[in-house]
């Protein structure tokens, strides 16, 4: 399946000169959503997973039902204030200033082995700041799934050792 069928690409939004990937045309087919998530599985499979870590809000929609795939559990990354419980907190910067993304202390134990997985690595700022957060609490980074990766921008070179993997590439 060619999955970029299925992308609506929108120019010059949030700013001129982008082009967005848009994957709500990809998740309202359910047979391109299926396709996509088993692919990705298919991908990540011979890794060593205990949990999936997914980055607020699209990560969701894709971790959330890989995680289902490979029959492990998933944990949410939300923006600092989101969470109930008692969280660690780390901060990264955005075209415009900065945020924060926070994962609650108990989400993943020393030694845990997580696969992030979101919709598209562009920068690599979110995934970046995914990984510290697994790491101060003790977790294993075993690898990065993306839906999209835009290779034009430097994603890929800042999560530094952590394997890519994508299932379509811009």
Known sequence: ???KDYIRVIPDYPQ?????KDIT????D????KAAIESMKAQVQHLPVDLI???EARGFVIGAPLALELGVGFVPIRK??????ETVE???DLEYGNDKLALHKDAIQPGQRVLIADDLLATGGTIGTTIRLIEQLGGVVVGAAFLIELSYLPGRDKLGETPVFSLVTY
């Open 16 to 20: 001129p000169g982008i082009r967005f």
């Open 90 to 92: 780390e901060s990264y």
């Open 80 to 85: 600092s204030g989101k969470l109930p419980g």
């Open 53 to 55: 870590a997914g980055p």
């Open 1 to 3: 399946m060619n999955f």
């Open 25 to 28: 045309t990809l998740l309202k």
């Open 30 to 33: 359910a047979k391109a959503y």
